[in-house]
Structures are given as structure tokens and as C-alpha cells.
């Protein structure tokens, strides 16, 4: 469903009715899908173990798989809360690029129909954490105000791209999970709904990026660059929260040392986002100033 160029016209209106017609075949009622009522069962992982911010560091050698477990079960459901944040910043900005718009728009019901998709993808996410036996793991305080400056100010591409963003990083790591059959029965049923459902967004996200950013000068590019790196930043480095570590039953300072040297961590996100640098680079989307900040989040 990822479009190659910039879809205009009675293009862009094309797009639309194919995710609108795409989401009336192929769509999910979590409440229904997933199995919500069989007890959690420990014995096994929340995500894939590659994709432990742990994994291949001493400390992951030295745990034992109860707690190897443990800390993948707390660490897909940080991730979750995180997505929650973000959806929610996601669905505001979109109702807010389309509020008074024309409603016989096909553009206008997509993104109406993509705002009932995220609702229930943040109440399925929910329900997924609790069910991982997690606490509500929250984003620092300063970026939480940060995420709040950002819905209200952010529109045209910057908007799109920091919602790109977001989403094919979750996207590349759920594909992982939703595949791996030593990850919890109802968790990769999670992550199928949301990867089948988030290609569509991901499409959508893609075309209005490119259609914001014609004409656009360089100065333009530069600024919105920046923004979108600085957003991408707080979010990823948001995905796993510290008390992840407490709660899996480990030394906090020394996990959250190992996670930062982790060097096959770093790879697997580098990997994940080679095609999202790439579109980006095509869109006059990263420029040195922003390839600093998707460095620090190594994502590049």
C-alpha cells in the first residue's frame, strides 16, 4: 500500500477510496480478535528477545530465562504505553489538518475512519499491557509537555512525517513479533491487527508528506527537518521506559548502562528505519542538523 510518488488530483482522491475500501475488507475488532479471557501465560516472551534492549550483553547472559522473559513481557508493554502517547498526539493533529474541511472528501472520511482506527489500536494496546501484568509506563514529564507543544503547533509535513516516523519504527518490530511463536498467543494477535492496519496509515502518511512539501523552499525543508527529528527523538528514546528493568526484577543502573553500549540493539534499529532515511533523503527531510538527532536515537 506504500505509494512511489506524490498522488494528485483525482490521484490523491484515488489513494483515498483504495485505504477506504481496503480498511472495509480488511479490518479488525480487537474486542473480538483477540483472546482477551485466557490467563497470561509466563511461559512466554511479550516481544522478541532480539528486540530486548538487552539482548547480547552480559547481563541478558547472566539472566535467567524466567527473567529474560520477564523483561520482554514489561518492555512490549512500555512500548505500548508509548504508542498510546503518541496515537493520541496523532489523532489530534489529524482532526485539527481536516476540521471544516469538506466531508464529501474522500480525503476528509479516510481521515476520520484512520482516527477510529487509532482509538481502538490505543484501547487494544491497553488492555494488551495490563494483560502483561505492566504498570503504566509514561513518557519523562518533559516530554510529555513536549508531545503537548507538538500536537497543537505542528501541521503540513512536519505533522506527517513525525507520524511516519513513529509508525514504521513500531511497524518493522511488530512484523518480528507477530511471526515469532515464542511470543504470547495474544500478543502477536496484537501486533498483526496493528501492522495490517497501520500500512494503510503508513501510505496515507507518506502521500501527504510529499504533497505538503511541494514548492516548499529551503528554508522550509530546514525547519521542518529539524522538527521532525527532534519529535522522532523524544519518541524512540521514550519506547522503553527505565523502570522496565525494576520491574523484570534487575539492577536498574547496571541495565540501563548495558542497554546504552548495547551495539546489536543499535543495529536492529538502524536496520528498521533504512527504508524511513531513505524516504526522508528523497523528500529534503534530513539534513545534517537532523541526521545529529536520528544519530542520538540510532536511527541512523
Not at 488492555?127 to 503537548?148: D, H, N, S, T
Not at 548495558?258 to 546489536?264: F, G, I, L, P
Request: proline share 3%.
Amino acid at each position: 500500500m506504500v505509494t512511489t510518488g506524490v498522488v494528485a488530483g483525482s490521484g490523491r482522491e484515488a489513494l483515498a477510496k483504495r485505504l477506504l475500501h481496503s480498511s472495509e475488507i480488511l479490518s479488525y475488532d480487537p474486542v473480538q480478535e483477540v483472546d482477551w479471557e485466557t490467563p497470561l501465560d509466563k511461559g512466554f516472551h511479550g516481544a522478541s528477545p532480539e528486540w530486548s534492549t538487552l539482548y547480547g550483553t552480559k547481563y541478558w547472559a547472566e539472566m535467567t530465562p524466567e527473567q529474560q522473559r520477564e523483561l520482554t513481557r514489561q518492555e512490549s508493554a512500555s512500548v505500548a504505553s508509548t504508542g498510546i502517547w503518541f496515537e493520541m498526539i496523532l489523532q489530534q493533529m489529524v482532526l485539527r489538518d481536516f476540521y471544516a474541511k469538506d466531508p464529501t472528501d474522500p480525503d476528509f472520511q479516510w481521515a476520520l475512519t484512520e482516527i477510529a482506527d487509532e482509538c481502538r489500536h490505543s484501547i487494544m494496546f491497553a488492555r494488551g499491557a495490563a494483560k502483561l501484568g505492566a504498570p503504566a509506563y509514561r513518557p519523562k514529564r518533559l516530554v510529555v509537555e513536549l508531545g503537548r507543544a507538538f500536537k497543537t503547533i505542528a501541521f503540513g509535513e512536519a505533522a506527517y512525517a513525525a507520524i511516519l516516523v513513529a509508525e514504521e519504527v513500531l511497524d518493522v518490530m511488530q512484523r518480528d513479533w507477530m511471526r515469532d511463536e515464542r511470543v504470547a498467543p495474544f500478543v502477536r494477535t496484537i501486533t498483526n491487527i496493528h501492522v495490517v492496519e497501520e500500512s494503510r496509515h503508513m501510505a496515507f502518511a507518506r502521500d501527504e508528506t510529499r504533497k505538503r512539501l511541494q514548492g516548499a523552499g529551503w528554508l522550509r525543508r530546514q525547519i521542518n527537518a529539524l522538527v521532525v527529528s527532534i519529535a522522532s527523538y523524544a519518541i524512540v528514546t521514550s519506547m522503553v521506559h527505565k523502570d522496565v528493568y525494576a520491574n523484570a526484577g534487575l539492577d536498574t543502573r547496571r541495565a540501563l548502562r548495558e542497554a546504552k553500549a548495547n551495539e546489536h540493539h543499535k543495529a536492529m534499529m538502524r536496520s528498521s528505519c533504512s527504508g524511513l532515511m531513505e524516504f526522508l533523503g528523497s523528500c529534503g527531510l534530513l539534513t545534517r542538523a537532523s541526521t545529529w538527532f536520528y544519530q542520538r536515537a540510532n536511527l541512523i
